[in-house]
């Protein structure tokens, strides 16, 4: 009977990782100023060397925070590994992975007299997080190769990578043609920063219980008011893992590829 469990619970974890192949993602290691930023990095289907391709930077949530260089891609990693896509869409594709008790972008947690967190202030000039400022340089470091297309940058994220996009595009806003935060956070102020610069498509779920749906709202009303080229897709009923539908969305990619600066 032991013998027997023990092979049911290792069958149990062979077969989710064979469904979930990531080895087309080679592993990456980037330094600078002595630091070091692990990332997974997708080439372009049929590689051509002698071309400069678009570029998706995606990052993650909370939770896949750490240095086994793996659990960034629990999430969306599959996506952009569809034969279908990566023949119609042929980009480089990066998975930063930020270390734990780090995050993309500056944030101070607001807590109530009970010590529960009760909001989040984004302090826009703040500098960058070691996190964020290294995702910076790794792309610096890569358009200076002149394999990628210094129009087709693309960047999303999810939780906390939607808020280190919504951080991203307000602090490079030259440099994104197109971004999709995802159950993200930040100063809808910062809107104007990029706002008719960047065309940015907002998800959320309605029911999200971590990061509140006003976030995204607020984001996509000033967007709205500075007449920005800017799409929101809220999930109604949906919580916190909204990014399940949106990686279902067809029109996601098609959308993305459509702009460049």
């Known amino acids: 009977m032991r013998y027997l469990l023990l ?9 989710p990782m064979q469904a979930q192949d990531m080895s087309a993602y080679s592993h990456e290691t980037f330094m600078h100023n002595g630091d070091t930023l692990r990332y997974r990095m997708l080439t372009p289907l049929n590689y051509d060397m002698h071309k400069a391709y678009p570029v998706i930077i995606f990052l993650h949530g909370s939770g896949e925070r750490g240095s086994d260089n793996a659990a960034q891609l629990l999430h969306g990693g599959d996506l952009f590994l569809k034969d279908s896509l990566r023949r119609e869409f042929p980009a480089f594709v990066i998975f930063p992975q930020c270390p734990q008790n780090e995050a993309w972008a500056p ?9 529960k967190v009760a909001g989040a202030d984004f302090p826009h000039d703040a500098p960058p997080t070691k996190a964020g400022a290294l995702v910076k340089a790794l792309l610096d470091s890569l358009l200076a190769t002149g394999k990628v297309d210094s129009k087709r940058v693309y960047i999303g994220g999810l939780s906390l990578g939607g808020m280190g996009t919504f951080d991203m595009l307000a602090r490079y806003p030259d440099v994104w043609a197109a971004g999709f935060p995802i159950c993200g956070a930040g100063d809808a102020k910062t809107a ?16 999200d219980p971590v990061v509140p749906v006003s976030f995204s709202r607020n984001y996509y009303l000033e967007l709205q008011q500075l007449h920005a080229d800017v799409k929101y897709t809220e999930y109604p009923g949906v919580g916190h893992n909204s990014w399940d539908n949106v990686f279902r969305e067809p029109g996601l990619l098609p959308w993305m590829f459509s702009h460049h600066k």
């Open 192 to 207: 104007s920063i990029f706002g008719g610069k960047v065309p940015v498509w907002i998800f959320h779920g309605g029911a």
């Open 107 to 115: 944030f101070k947690l607001k807590r109530d007299s009970t010590g």
């Open 7 to 15: 092979l049911a619970l290792t069958l149990m974890n062979i077969f």
